[in-house]
């Protein structure tokens, strides 16, 4: 950090990574920047390996201080910032004026700060005009978004404070891992019994009282099992239903044929254990039920979730103290970065783009006219997959996504990318996205800057910067700002400033559903917990914030919830002849999503150098694959080599891949572009794929997947599949 000029001794923050968005004080002395956990409620003093390491991605060798623009020689080379945004104001302008407004594409992140989230949207409709706008949290929050809306009207992950989990008696966890993946959540779940459903036996299935082992996608088919039990073995809180809610007898009538026989074979989840589920949830006086993303990324993820809702509401959890339904969600600002806007149908302050209102609320606002507003456009996976088509844009501008190692159908999409005229992407490290680009523009992270998140339980909290940037590196702020007004918008437009970014996005949010107009900076900074809604409050005096929904309603307008009929079906895809095994993909503890930032922290990588394949005994052994080599992983898509790793906790028919890894170690080669018709959320928790041995494997110990950080200007735009490919063997038979 030698041009970076340090400029506080300590400062409070958050960890940049997942939503849990743990308390740290940051300190520096000696040029090194140092973290330890605060004494937050959300980690009471504790951190993951993630967190401790956090300040290593502030040191990274390859950082980005200068934009980069490919040269005519395919390389990327360093580039003075006005030459940057010139060239990308123009290419933009000149596609607009050849192809049209949503020739223009933008894909935003939920781990991107509220002001960047709302001035990106912002951007897109106004100084891009676009419809084109879609971001990651598609991949994430999405499917228990839809459903969460459909039951309750409203969307927050958890609709009460994690510390409520403290007091809980039972907690059921449907394909979350939180051991892993928000391991200071499990101080919170301590006292409970838990009742974990996850075909791998995990770190927090060890924790469990009970682990339902379910096939992969068959989670529907068990929570509609679950539902039926309680209703035979009378279970079911009548007077809750009856008061509080609509449609239980279409819902349960879904749920009539899922004997619990039938719903042992489907899912191979034992009778017994489900009764034993039922009843440990129905005996709890205090009772939780919780999504994570095993349940959700599927293409029925939405009536997944509805399904475990419907089951929350007939044992009358919801809309109280103590006990409830929850989504896990992921990102670092995964529930901010869904209501301010940069959602594909989506303006600040959850208000929908189709409504004539919001429109004219927003539009008042931004001074403009609402029609000029343009209307809602593609989700993630459908406006990646137009890149470069006719139909689709011709450019696009990346903030805050890795997609060539994130995205669905990871090398179909790298090829989309590929095919585009302009690809723009704003990191702070060279991702294996931002090294296919034609520009590269360098941003600051998250201890060089101030800003605002919200946690995965709807509190709002303040990130807040210890160092100046170092020089050559801008905000994403600054950034949408001077293309803004290259593209012939008024300055003043685009505050870069955070605060007065969140002033205006108060004002945008005032009266939507996800009202901020309340939240202020100098209540943050004054120590305030503030959950959202927090309207401000005409008469001046100040909203407490609501940490707790749905005490005395649900947010539909009879204040009822609503159970959602839903069915059973098949995943996109099951195993056959050529495929029998299920893949499925999630996290490891000690990286974090696409890896950009993680496979760059040498205490992380050594923990994890590389991408493996979880399988079990007795199908490595008919698949001819030992512990410690390696395997291909092959579906109809693409190959994946990884380090086998056999356990005995995983069910026999199913092998899991961490999707952390770039090169041929990447778990998306393998999974498809199924989407649920609900959310848009893809299909990555089910791929058919078979496992083989691999022959000829000669390790290279400089390559860890990424974690060396390749030299950026190596990249040539046309070898798009070269580009993201780092694999580990070398006998010439593996690609695509
Ligand atoms: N270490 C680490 N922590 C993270 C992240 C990270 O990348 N690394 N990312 C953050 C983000 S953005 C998110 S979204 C969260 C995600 O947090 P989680 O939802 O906990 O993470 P996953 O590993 O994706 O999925 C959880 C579990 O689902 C299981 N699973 C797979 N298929 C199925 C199925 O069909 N049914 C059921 N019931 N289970 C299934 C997997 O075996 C896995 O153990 O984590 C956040 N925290
Ligand atoms: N197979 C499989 N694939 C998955 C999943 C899965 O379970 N299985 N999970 C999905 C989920 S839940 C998620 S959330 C996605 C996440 O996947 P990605 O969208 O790829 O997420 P990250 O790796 O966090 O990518 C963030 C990138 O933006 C950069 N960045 C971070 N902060 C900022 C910022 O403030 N500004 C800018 N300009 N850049 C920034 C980082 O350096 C990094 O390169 O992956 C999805 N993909
Ligand atoms: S649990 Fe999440 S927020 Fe907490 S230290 Fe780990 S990555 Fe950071
Ligand atoms: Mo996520």
């Not at 669905?408 to 704003?426: I, K, S, W």
């Not at 294996?432 to 339980?457: H, I, S």
């Not at 939507?512 to 809604?533: H, I, K, N, Q, T």
């Amino acid at each position: 950090m030698s041009d970076a000029s340090l400029t506080r001794r300590t400062v409070h923050t958050h960890c940049p990574y997942c939503a849990l968005q743990c308390g740290t004080r940051l300190g520096n002395g000696l040029g090194e920047v140092t973290v330890t956990p605060s004494d937050f409620p959300v980690n009471q003093g504790g951190l993951c390996q993630k967190g401790w390491t956090a300040p290593d991605v502030l040191a990274v060798s390859d950082r980005l201080r200068t934009p980069l623009v490919r040269g005519a020689d395919g390389r990327l080379v360093p580039a003075g910032w006005d030459t940057a945004l010139d060239l990308v104001a123009g290419r933009l302008r000149d596609i607009r004026r050849e192809s049209g407004a949503d020739a223009v594409g933008v894909f935003g992140g939920g781990g991107l700060t509220n002001e960047k989230a709302y001035l990106l949207g912002k951007f897109a409709r106004l100084a891009l005009g676009t419809s084109r706008i879609d971001y990651n949290g598609r991949w994430c929050m999405s499917s228990a978004a839809a459903a969460g809306n459909a039951a309750f009207g409203i969307d927050r992950g958890l609709p009460f404070p994690v510390t409520d989990l403290g007091r809980a008696d039972v907690v059921l966890l449907a394909g979350a891992n939180p051991a892993e993946t928000m391991p200071p959540l499990m101080r919170h779940l301590d006292r409970a019994a838990l009742i974990v459903l996850d075909p791998r036996r995990t770190p927090t299935a060890e924790r469990a009282a009970l682990h339902l082992r379910p096939a992969p996608g068959t989670d529907l088919a068990l929570a509609l099992g679950l539902l039926q039990l309680a209703v035979l073995d009378g279970r079911v809180d009548h007077s809750f239903v009856r008061e509080r809610t609509n449609g239980f007898d279409e819902a349960w009538q879904r749920a009539l044929p899922w004997t619990p026989e039938r719903t042992e074979r489907v899912t191979g989840v034992p009778v017994d254990a489900q009764r034993k589920a039922v009843r440990l949830l129905a005996d709890a006086r205090r009772a939780y039920i919780l999504t994570g993303r095993g349940a959700e990324q599927h293409s029925k993820g939405t009536d997944t979730v509805s399904a475990f809702v419907n089951l929350a509401l007939a044992l009358g959890l919801p809309g109280r103290e103590g006990s409830g339904y929850g989504c896990l969600t992921g990102q670092g600002n995964g529930q901010g970065g869904r209501e301010l806007g940069q959602k594909n149908d989506q303006l600040p302050g959850y208000r929908m783009l189709a409504d004539p209102e919001a429109r004219a609320h927003v539009a008042g606002v931004w001074g403009v006219d609402a029609a000029s507003l343009p209307g809602p456009g593609p989700t993630a996976y459908e406006l990646l997959d137009s890149l470069g088509t006719p139909h689709g844009p011709r450019a696009l501008l990346v903030l805050g996504s890795n997609p060539v190692v994130s995205a669905p159908h990871a090398g179909h999409l790298a090829e989309r990318l590929a095919a585009l005229d302009l690809l723009v992407v704003a990191d702070f490290v060279p991702s294996e996205t931002a090294r296919m680009a034609d520009v590269v523009l360098p941003v600051t992270q998250w201890a060089e800057e101030e800003g605002t998140m919200t946690n995965l339980e709807g509190r709002v909290l303040r990130r807040r910067a210890l160092l100046d940037p170092p020089s050559g590196v801008r905000s994403d702020l600054t950034v949408l700002r001077e293309l803004a007004v290259r593209l012939g918008e008024p300055a003043e437009r685009y505050p870069d400033r955070p605060q007065e970014v969140f002033e205006e996005l108060r004002r945008a949010t005032a009266g939507g559903r996800a009202d901020y107009s309340g939240v202020s900076y100098e209540r943050l900074d004054a120590g305030e917990a503030l959950y959202w809604p927090c309207p401000a409050v005409p008469s001046g005096a100040a909203h407490p914030g609501t940490p707790r929904l749905f005490l005395d309603g649900f947010a539909h307008p009879d204040g009822r919830a609503r159970f959602v009929p839903v069915e059973h079906r098949d995943p996109a895809e099951v195993p056959g002849a050529d495929f029998p095994l299920y893949a499925t993909t999630g996290r490891v503890l000690a990286h974090y999503q696409s890896g950009a930032q993680t496979r760059r922290v040498r205490r992380l990588t050594d923990a994890e150098p590389e991408s493996y394949v979880e399988i079990h005994p007795d199908a490595a052994a008919r698949a001819g694959v030992e512990a410690g080599g390696f395997a291909r992983v092959v579906s109809a898509r693409g190959t994946v080599v990884a380090r086998v790793r056999v356990v005995e906790g995983m069910r026999p028919d199913t092998v899991f891949v961490p999707f952390h890894f770039s090169g041929d170690g990447r778990a998306n080669l393998l999974t498809s572009g199924a989407l649920d018709p609900r959310s848009g959320m893809p299909e990555f928790k089910v791929s058919a794929v078979r496992v083989e041995p691999v022959g000829a494997v000669v390790d290279d110990p400089a390559d860890t997947g990424g974690a060396r950080g390749d030299a950026v200007a190596g990249d040539g735009r046309a070898g798009a599949a070269g580009a993201v490919r780092a694999g580990a063997v070398r006998d010439g038979s593996v690609g695509r």
